[in-house]
C-alpha cells in the first residue's frame, strides 16, 4: 500500500513538473519579450521632480539595450557608458573630428514627450513637451510617411504640415541650447514606434533640419562604436545585382557601381554572377575593405531578425541574424551602404531590425533607405554622397550635402543624362526613358539616413 502510494506521489510529482516546463515554454512564445529595466511613468515623475537627469539617461540607454537584446536574442555588451561617459565622449570626437556633436534622446509617454540633451562636457537636460501624447505623436509620424511615400503627392508640399509638427516637438524646445554651442551634428536615439522616422525632413518652417545640422540615427550610445577613422583614403569593395528572380530589376546598379569605382572613390566592383556571400568574403580576406557597398534588394520584415535579409546573386540571401558570415567586423568596416534597401515602416520589430543594422553586423556605420527609393533616384544620391565624401571625409555631413543638393533641385535628369555636383551622365536607354525629372521632393533623399557613427 504505502509502495503505491509513493508512486502515485513521483507521478503526480512528474505531471505537475511537466505542466510547469510546458506553461513556461509556452508563455515565451506567445508573450513579447519585455526589457527588464522599464522606465515608468512614476521613475519620469521622479526624474523631473528630482532634477535627477543623470539616472534618466542611464535607465534609458538600459532599457533600449535590453530592447535590441530581447530582439536579436542575444547579449550585445554590458551597459558601462554613463551620461558622464557620453558627454566625455563628446567632447574628444568634437576634437578629432572638427565638429560639435550631440545626443538627444527621444521617449514617447502615455500624455507628454520627453527629450534629453547631452552636448560635449556638458550634464544632461530634460525637456517635456506636453502637447505630444504618445498616440498623437505616432498617427504624425504615419501620416508624414503617407505623406512623403504616396506617389499621388510627389508634387505637392502636403509632408510639410506633420514635417513642422515633429520639428516643433522634437527640436524646438532644445534650439537655443543648440545655437548657443554652435551645434553642427545631432545623434538622434528614438523610442518604439520613431525609430522609421524620416529624420532628414523634419521642418522647421523656412528649412529642413539637414540645412542646419548634420543628422544619424543610433540605436542606443552604448551600442555604437564611436572611435574616429579617417575614411578619405579608404578602398570600396562595390557589388550589386541588377537582375533578380522574383523580385524587381534594378537597371541603375550597373551604372551606379561603375560610377562610383570609376570616378568617385578607389576600389573594385564586382556585378550580377560575381555577387555572392563567398566572393565577398573572399574578396574582404584578399584586402580589408574599409567601405562595402551593396546596391541590391534587402528587406526589414516584421518578426524575427530570420526575416529579415539581404538580396544576393540567383536564390542566395543573407537574414539579419545571419548577417555574421559576412564577416564585416573582421576587421570593422567603416561603412556599410544598402542602396535599395526598405523598412516596413511603423512596425516595431522591423523597426528594430533597421535600427539595429550597425549592432548585428559589427560596422561602424550604415547607409540605408527606409523605403524603396526609384531606381534612379537612388543612383542620383548615391553618386552625390561618395562626390561629397571624397570632399567632406565625414559620413553624416556628406549625407547631408548630398540631400541639400537634392531637395534644392540641382539633381535631375535633362535630355539621357543625370545632371549633378559633378556634371553630367550619360545613361543607358532603359532609364534615359524616365524622362526629365529633379528629385527635389523628399520621397527621393529622406529615405537615406546613416545609421550608428556619424563621423
Same mark, same amino acid.
Given at each position: 500500500?504505502?509502495?503505491?502510494?509513493?508512486?502515485?506521489?513521483?507521478?503526480?510529482?512528474?505531471?505537475?513538473?511537466?505542466?510547469?516546463?510546458?506553461?513556461?515554454?509556452?508563455?515565451?512564445?506567445?508573450?513579447?519579450?519585455?526589457?527588464?529595466?522599464?522606465?515608468?511613468?512614476?521613475?519620469?515623475?521622479?526624474?523631473?521632480?528630482?532634477?535627477?537627469?543623470?539616472?534618466?539617461?542611464?535607465?534609458?540607454?538600459?532599457?533600449?539595450?535590453?530592447?535590441?537584446?530581447?530582439?536579436?536574442?542575444?547579449?550585445?555588451?554590458?551597459?558601462?557608458?554613463?551620461?558622464?561617459?557620453?558627454?566625455?565622449?563628446?567632447?574628444?570626437?568634437?576634437?578629432?573630428?572638427?565638429?560639435?556633436?550631440?545626443?538627444?534622446?527621444?521617449?514617447?509617454?502615455?500624455?507628454?514627450?520627453?527629450?534629453?540633451?547631452?552636448?560635449?562636457?556638458?550634464?544632461?537636460?530634460?525637456?517635456?513637451?506636453?502637447?505630444?501624447?504618445?498616440?498623437?505623436? $505616432? *498617427?504624425? /509620424?504615419? %501620416?508624414?510617411?503617407? @505623406?512623403?511615400?504616396?506617389?499621388?503627392?510627389?508634387?505637392? !508640399?502636403?509632408?510639410?504640415?506633420?514635417?513642422?509638427?515633429?520639428?516643433?516637438?522634437?527640436?524646438?524646445?532644445?534650439?537655443?541650447?543648440?545655437?548657443?554651442?554652435?551645434?553642427?551634428?545631432?545623434?538622434?536615439?528614438?523610442?518604439?514606434?520613431?525609430?522609421?522616422?524620416?529624420?532628414?525632413?523634419?521642418?522647421?518652417?523656412?528649412?529642413?533640419?539637414?540645412?542646419?545640422?548634420?543628422?544619424?540615427?543610433?540605436?542606443?550610445?552604448?551600442?555604437?562604436?564611436?572611435?574616429?577613422?579617417?575614411?578619405?583614403?579608404?578602398?570600396?569593395?562595390?557589388?550589386?545585382?541588377?537582375?533578380?528572380?522574383?523580385?524587381?530589376?534594378?537597371?541603375?546598379?550597373?551604372?551606379? $557601381? *561603375?560610377? /562610383?569605382? %570609376?570616378?568617385?572613390? @578607389?576600389?573594385?566592383?564586382?556585378?550580377?554572377?560575381?555577387? !555572392?556571400?563567398?566572393?565577398?568574403?573572399?574578396?574582404?580576406?584578399?584586402?580589408?575593405?574599409?567601405?562595402?557597398?551593396?546596391?541590391?534588394?534587402?528587406?526589414?520584415?516584421?518578426?524575427?531578425?530570420?526575416?529579415?535579409?539581404?538580396?544576393?546573386?540567383?536564390?542566395?540571401?543573407?537574414?539579419?541574424?545571419?548577417?555574421?558570415?559576412?564577416?564585416?567586423?573582421?576587421?570593422?568596416?567603416?561603412?556599410?551602404?544598402?542602396?535599395?534597401?526598405?523598412?516596413?515602416?511603423?512596425?516595431?520589430?522591423?523597426?528594430?531590425?533597421?535600427?539595429?543594422?550597425?549592432?548585428?553586423?559589427?560596422?561602424?556605420?550604415?547607409?540605408?533607405?527606409?523605403?524603396?527609393?526609384?531606381? $534612379?533616384?537612388?543612383?542620383?544620391?548615391?553618386?552625390?554622397?561618395?562626390?561629397?565624401?571624397?570632399?567632406?571625409?565625414?559620413?553624416?555631413?556628406?549625407?547631408?550635402?548630398?540631400?541639400?543638393?537634392?531637395?534644392?533641385?540641382?539633381?535631375?535628369?535633362?535630355?539621357?543624362?543625370?545632371?549633378?555636383?559633378?556634371?553630367?551622365?550619360?545613361?543607358?536607354?532603359?532609364?534615359?526613358?524616365?524622362?526629365?525629372?529633379?528629385?527635389?521632393?523628399?520621397?527621393?533623399?529622406?529615405?537615406?539616413?546613416?545609421?550608428?557613427?556619424?563621423?
Amino acid at each position: 500500500m504505502m509502495f503505491h502510494q509513493n508512486w502515485k506521489k513521483r507521478i503526480i510529482f512528474c505531471l505537475l513538473f511537466t505542466l510547469l516546463f510546458v506553461s513556461t515554454i509556452t508563455l515565451n512564445i506567445i508573450l513579447p519579450k519585455q526589457s527588464a529595466i522599464a522606465v515608468k511613468e512614476e521613475d519620469w515623475d521622479m526624474f523631473l521632480q528630482q532634477k535627477n537627469f543623470i539616472q534618466a539617461v542611464n535607465e534609458v540607454e538600459q532599457h533600449w539595450e535590453r530592447d535590441y537584446e530581447n530582439y536579436f536574442d542575444e547579449n550585445l555588451g554590458d551597459f558601462s557608458v554613463t551620461a558622464e561617459d557620453i558627454a566625455e565622449t563628446l567632447s574628444n570626437s568634437s576634437q578629432q573630428t572638427g565638429t560639435k556633436p550631440a545626443v538627444i534622446w527621444v521617449w514617447q509617454r502615455q500624455k507628454q514627450m520627453q527629450l534629453i540633451l547631452i552636448t560635449p562636457g556638458t550634464k544632461p537636460e530634460i525637456y517635456s513637451v506636453t502637447d505630444a501624447d504618445r498616440q498623437k505623436l $505616432i *498617427n504624425t /509620424i504615419r %501620416r508624414l510617411n503617407v @505623406e512623403i511615400t504616396n506617389p499621388r503627392k510627389r508634387n505637392t !508640399t502636403s509632408y510639410l504640415e506633420p514635417a513642422q509638427k515633429l520639428y516643433e516637438w522634437m527640436v524646438k524646445p532644445l534650439e537655443s541650447r543648440l545655437e548657443t554651442e554652435k551645434i553642427d551634428t545631432i545623434m538622434f536615439c528614438l523610442g518604439l514606434g520613431l525609430r522609421t522616422l524620416p529624420l532628414a525632413v523634419l521642418h522647421d518652417g523656412e528649412n529642413f533640419i539637414i540645412e542646419k545640422y548634420a543628422v544619424a540615427r543610433i540605436p542606443a550610445f552604448n551600442l555604437i562604436d564611436t572611435n574616429y577613422n579617417k575614411i578619405k583614403n579608404a578602398q570600396i569593395l562595390a557589388m550589386g545585382a541588377s537582375e533578380f528572380k522574383e523580385l524587381s530589376s534594378l537597371p541603375a546598379v550597373p551604372v551606379e $557601381i *561603375n560610377k /562610383i569605382t %570609376r570616378f568617385l572613390w @578607389e576600389g573594385k566592383a564586382f556585378i550580377n554572377q560575381e555577387f !555572392t556571400v563567398k566572393n565577398l568574403q573572399q574578396q574582404r580576406q584578399k584586402q580589408a575593405y574599409e567601405i562595402v557597398h551593396l546596391a541590391t534588394h534587402a528587406e526589414f520584415r516584421p518578426g524575427k531578425p530570420d526575416k529579415s535579409y539581404i538580396q544576393f546573386w540567383n536564390d542566395e540571401q543573407i537574414s539579419l541574424d545571419e548577417v555574421e558570415k559576412l564577416k564585416l567586423n573582421q576587421p570593422p568596416v567603416e561603412l556599410l551602404v544598402l542602396s535599395a534597401c526598405r523598412t516596413a515602416l511603423g512596425d516595431r520589430e522591423a523597426e528594430l531590425g533597421f535600427a539595429g543594422l550597425t549592432v548585428k553586423s559589427g560596422v561602424r556605420s550604415a547607409l540605408a533607405s527606409l523605403w524603396n527609393v526609384s531606381d $534612379i533616384g537612388t543612383l542620383a544620391l548615391m553618386t552625390e554622397f561618395y562626390e561629397h565624401l571624397q570632399k567632406t571625409p565625414l559620413k553624416a555631413e556628406a549625407l547631408r550635402q548630398a540631400q541639400v543638393v537634392m531637395l534644392k533641385g540641382k539633381v535631375g535628369i535633362d535630355q539621357g543624362e543625370l545632371n549633378g555636383t559633378r556634371g553630367e551622365l550619360q545613361l543607358p536607354p532603359e532609364l534615359a526613358e524616365f524622362g526629365d525629372a529633379t528629385f527635389s521632393h523628399p520621397y527621393y533623399w529622406s529615405a537615406f539616413t546613416l545609421i550608428g557613427n556619424p563621423w
